[in-house]
C-alpha cells in the first residue's frame, strides 16, 4: 500500500501529468522521476497556480474567447486548473445555444476559473446568481405566480446531492423542488446584469400559504421530523444561501455527507475512473476532510496521491478490471498538440488552425465536444459516450491531417526533433515515438506486432534508415498518425 | 406511473454496458444484426423541416364543414401584396380528406402536388395538430423537445429513436446513419453506432494519400491494432476496439453503395440528379443504403436514417399559393422529393418496407406578418410509406382568435371531448415503435417515452400508441 508519501514512479508521473494535465513529455518524467518525489509533494507543485480570468479583447465574441481558452491550455504551465475548468464546465453545464449571450458565458467561465480549486460551499452560491445559469435554468423566469422548478431539481440532481445515493435510495422528493423553487423567485438582472433580488418578485410564505411553509427534507437526517426551514434566517435574499448551506448537511441514507460522497465520486470519476468503490470514495472523502471544509483542492489532492489513482498506471495485459478512461476530445486534440510541439497559428478570420486543415474548434465538434455549447445541463457523455464511428472517424481525420504536414514550417509536426535519426532498429523507433505520447508502456506485445510489421514492410526491411528522408515522411509521418489513432492513446 | 428521465439514462449505459461485457460478440462486429432480422428489413426514415414549417399552409381548409376553421384561416392570413391566403380554387388539385373534428374539407398545399399522388394511393397519413404540452418558441428548445421525445425542461440527453436502438442493439452494430455530417438529436445514445455523413461516397478512412504504397499497411496495422483491443479484457478497451473495426469496415462497405447504386439504377440516379434539390439528392442517398441491402452489401445493416432540410423559418417573404412564392417551392420540394423516393422504392420492391415521418420543431403564428410568418407551436406531420394507412388523423388546431394564448398562438389540449384535440408527438412515435418497429407497448412506456404528470387536459397523461396509420 502507498500513500501520499510514496515515491513517484516514472510510470507514476506519466499517468499523473496526464489526468491532472495533458500529458508530460519524456524529460518531464524523467526528471520527477530521479528526484524521488512524494505523490504529494508533486501534486502540491500542480496546485501552486494563482487563478485568473482570461483576458478578452474588447468586442470579441464567445469564438474568439474560445481560441483564447485553447491557447491558454495549448501554453499553460498549470494545466490542472484547465483541467479544473474543464470539469466545472461539465459540471454547471450551460450552453450559449440557450442562453445566446457570449457576454455572460465569457462571465461564467471567469467563475468556473475563480472558483476551480476553492471552496465548493462558495462556488455553490455563486453559481446560484450566475447570469448563464440564471438564464439557462430560468432563475431569470422563475415567477411567484407559478414558481419555475428548472433551477431548484438541476441543482440538487447535478450540482450536489444527485437523485440517488450510494446505496440507491432516493436523496429527496419532488415537494423540495417546490419548496426550493419558491425560495429562488424575485432573482433578476439589474441593468448591468448584475443580479439583483426584488421583494415584490419573490414568493413570501404569507402570499400562499397554501403552499405551506419553506420547509425541506422532512424525516432526513440530520434535520429530524420537522425538516430544514429555508427562511431560518428571514425571508427573502438569504433563502437561497440557506439552500446551498442546508444542501450542504444532508445526509445519505447511510447517514453519510451526500454531497460530499457525491463530488468525491464526480472528481474521481473524472481523473481517474469510472465507478469507483463506494469504500474509495468514503476514503478519500475522510482523508480530505471535504465534507467539512468544502475545500476542492484538499479533495482533488487526496484523490491524486490515492492508490486506486495509481493502479491505472497499468501496463498491458490489462484484466477486466482494470480502470481505463476514454479520453475527451479537448483532452486528445490539447495534449497531441503539446505533446509533439505543434503550435497552431491563430488566423485573424478562422481562428487558430491546424495547418492546412480545419480550426480546431471544428476539429473538436466533429469529436462530439463543443466548449460553451455541452448538449444539455446533463454536460457531455463521458467514456462511451465520445466512441461513435463519426467521432472515431474525426478523431482519425485530425491525426492524419496533423501527421501529413511535412516540411511545413517550424511550429508544425517535426517528428525528426521528436526521435533520435540515429534510432534503426523498428522496435526502438517505435518505442521512441510511443514515449512521446507517453504510451510506451501501454502497448500490448500484440500492438507492437502490427506498428513493427507496418515499419518494417511487413519485415522487408528489418532496419529503418531514418536520415533517408524519404523514408522518414513516410514511415516515421506514418507511425505517429497510427499512435494518434491506435486504440491506447483514446484511453488514459 | 411516469419514469424518470434519469431511468431512461440508466437505460441506455445498462444497454451500453451489457454490450461491453458480452465476450461472445466480440469477434464479429456485426453479429448483433440478429434483431435487426426479428423486424424483417424494415426501414425508417426520419425527415427534419429545420426551421419551423407553416402548418396552416400546409394542411389548409377548403371550406368551413361543420364550423368556422375557413373563415378563421381568411381572417388570419390577408389576401392581396404579402398576402398569405391560399384560396379554395387555389386547392383544386390538392384535397385530401374532411378534418375530424370539424368536418371542414382539407387541402395540402398546391405545392406539394407530388405528395397529393401518394395520398391518393392511400400511402400517406396526415396527422394534424401535432406538439406537446408547454410548447417553446424558440428554435433549439423545440427541436431538441421533438427530438429528446421530451418535453422542454426534461433535460433529457439522448432522442427517442436514439432509446430505441440503445434497447436493441450492441456497440458494434450500426443500426443507423444520419445523410448528414452528425448525429441527429433524434437518434442521440451511446450504446450503439450510428453513422453520420452526407455522402456514402465520401464515407473514408481518413489515409495520408501521399504515400499510396502505404494505405494498405496502414490498414492492416490498424485493423489488427483495433481487433486487438477489441478481444481485450478490459471492458472500455473491448468497446473501443468493437468501435473502430466497425468504423473501418463501415468506410468499405457503405462507401461501395454509391457505384452500386449508380451503375444499377441509372434512371432513377438521373431523376434525382434532375430534381436538382437537396432532399432528393439527400434521399437519393438514402435509397443507396437500402438498394445495397436488397443486394446483400457486406456489413450494410442500416434501419433507421435520418435526413434534414433547412429553409422553413420564413419570417418574411413567404409567399402564398403561387408557383413563384418560397414556402411553394419548399414544400413542391418535399412532395416531389418523396414521391421520387417512393416511386424508386417501388421499383425496388421495398415501398412496403419504408415508412417516413416527415417533421418540424412547431408550426408558425396563426395570423400572418407583413409577409410571413413568426414562430407557432401545433402543426400537420406526414408519415408515409407503402404499409402505412393513408388519410387524415387527428384535429386541426383551433385557429379562431379568442381561442389563442396571449402571443397569438394555438393551445396544445388533450381533454378528451375537445375536437380541436391536440397530437402529442410521444403517440406518432408510440405508434411508429408499437407497430412498425416491434417493442412492445410496455417497453415502450419503460425505456424510451415517459408519460408526463399534471393535468389529464393539459398534459400527455394517457398514451395512444394504436393511431391507426400502422396496421
Known sequence: ?492 | MAISRRSFLKGSSLAAASSLVAPSLLGNPFVRRAFADTIGDRYFLSIFLDGGNDGFNTVIPASNGGGSLRDAYDTARTTGAGGLNVSPSELTNTLIGLDPGSGAQLGLHPGMTGLKQLYDLGKVAVIQGCGYPRQSLSHEEARMAWQSGTPPGTNIGTGWIGRYLAANYGGNDIPGVCIRNEVAGEMRQTATSVLATSRMQSLRFPYDREFDSDIARKRAAFLGLYQGAAGATLPMSAYVGGSGVSTLLATESYNGLHDLYVNARGTFNQAYEDADRSMARDLREAAKVIYGITQGAENVHARMMQIANGGYDTHSDQGGGQSDGQHFDLLAEVGNSLKLFYDDCVDMGVADKVVIMVWSEFGRRVSQNDGGTDHGTQYPVFVLGGSVTGGVYGNHPNIDELALSDDGNTVYSQAAADSFRSTDMRDIYGTILKHWLGMPHQTILQNVLALDSGDPTQRWTQENFDMGFLA
Not at chain 1, 113 to 118: E, L, S
Not at chain 1, 140 to 145: E, I, S, T, V
Not at chain 1, 289 to 306: E, Q, S, Y
Not at chain 1, 476 to 485: I, P, R, S, V
Open chain 1, 1 to 492: 500500500m502507498g500513500n501520499a508519501t510514496s515515491l513517484l514512479t516514472e510510470a507514476d508521473a506519466r499517468l499523473l501529468l496526464r489526468r491532472a494535465g495533458f500529458g508530460g513529455t519524456p524529460k518531464d518524467t524523467t526528471k520527477i522521476a530521479k528526484r524521488k518525489l512524494t505523490r504529494a509533494k508533486v501534486v502540491d507543485g500542480l496546485f501552486s497556480f494563482k487563478p485568473k480570468p482570461l483576458k478578452l479583447k474588447k468586442d470579441e465574441g464567445l469564438d474568439q474567447f474560445y481560441d483564447t481558452w485553447l491557447q491558454a491550455m495549448l501554453k499553460t504551465k498549470k494545466p490542472l486548473l484547465e483541467k479544473l475548468v474543464l470539469f466545472w464546465h461539465d459540471h454547471f453545464a450551460t450552453n450559449n445555444t440557450t442562453v445566446q449571450n457570449s457576454d455572460w458565458m465569457i462571465r461564467q467561465n471567469g467563475l468556473l476559473r475563480m472558483m476551480a480549486k476553492g471552496n465548493f460551499r462558495s462556488f455553490l452560491k455563486a453559481i446560484n446568481t450566475d447570469p448563464a445559469m440564471m438564464d439557462f435554468l430560468d432563475t431569470l423566469r422563475n415567477r411567484r405566480r407559478e414558481p419555475n422548478e428548472n433551477y431548484a431539481r438541476e441543482l440538487m440532481e447535478l450540482f450536489s446531492l444527485g437523485v440517488l445515493d450510494e446505496a440507491g435510495m432516493p436523496n429527496y422528493a419532488q415537494e423540495d423542488i417546490v419548496q426550493i423553487a419558491r425560495a429562488f423567485t424575485g432573482w433578476r438582472l439589474d441593468d448591468d446584469d448584475n443580479p439583483v433580488f426584488r421583494e415584490d418578485a419573490h414568493d413570501f410564505n404569507e402570499d400562499f400559504p397554501e403552499r405551506g411553509p419553506k420547509v425541506i427534507f422532512k424525516d432526513r437526517a440530520p434535520f429530524g421530523a420537522s425538516g430544514a426551514d429555508l427562511t431560518s434566517r428571514g425571508e427573502g435574499a438569504v433563502e437561497i444561501d440557506v439552500v446551498i448551506d442546508t444542501l450542504l448537511l444532508h445526509q445519505d441514507s447511510e447517514g453519510k455527507s451526500t454531497v460530499g460522497r457525491r463530488m468525491t465520486r464526480r472528481l474521481f470519476e473524472f481523473f481517474a475512473s469510472a465507478s469507483p468503490p463506494t469504500a474509495v470514495v468514503d476514503e478519500i472523502l475522510m482523508q480530505s476532510g471535504f465534507a467539512t471544509t468544502w475545500d476542492i483542492t484538499a479533495l482533488v489532492k487526496a484523490i491524486l496521491v490515492h492508490d486506486t489513482f495509481y493502479a491505472n498506471a497499468a501496463t498491458p495485459p490489462f484484466d477486466v478490471n482494470t480502470k481505463k478512461s476514454v479520453k475527451w476530445p479537448i483532452d486528445y486534440v490539447v495534449s497531441t498538440l503539446r505533446l509533439l510541439k505543434v503550435v497552431p497559428k491563430r488566423d485573424k478570420d478562422r481562428g487558430v488552425v491546424l495547418e492546412n486543415s480545419d480550426t480546431l474548434r471544428a476539429h473538436l465538434e466533429d469529436m462530439g465536444q463543443r466548449l460553451f455549447e455541452p448538449p444539455s445541463v446533463f454536460g457531455w457523455d463521458w467514456e462511451a459516450g465520445w466512441i461513435s464511428s463519426a467521432t472515431l472517424l474525426s478523431r482519425f481525420r485530425f491525426a492524419r491531417d496533423l501527421a501529413r504536414n511535412r516540411d511545413k514550417g517550424k511550429e508544425n509536426f517535426h517528428p525528426e526533433k521528436l526521435v533520435s535519426l540515429a534510432l534503426t532498429a523498428p522496435g526502438a523507433i517505435l518505442n521512441a515515438a510511443a514515449a512521446v505520447l507517453g504510451i510506451a508502456d501501454q502497448l500490448s506485445d500484440g500492438d507492437r506486432t502490427f506498428l513493427i510489421a507496418y515499419l518494417t514492410d511487413d519485415g522487408a526491411q528489418p532496419t529503418l534508415n531514418l536520415n533517408d528522408p524519404d523514408l522518414r515522411a513516410r514511415k516515421l509521418h506514418g507511425l505517429f498518425a497510427l499512435l494518434l489513432e491506435c486504440p491506447a492513446y483514446q484511453l488514459h
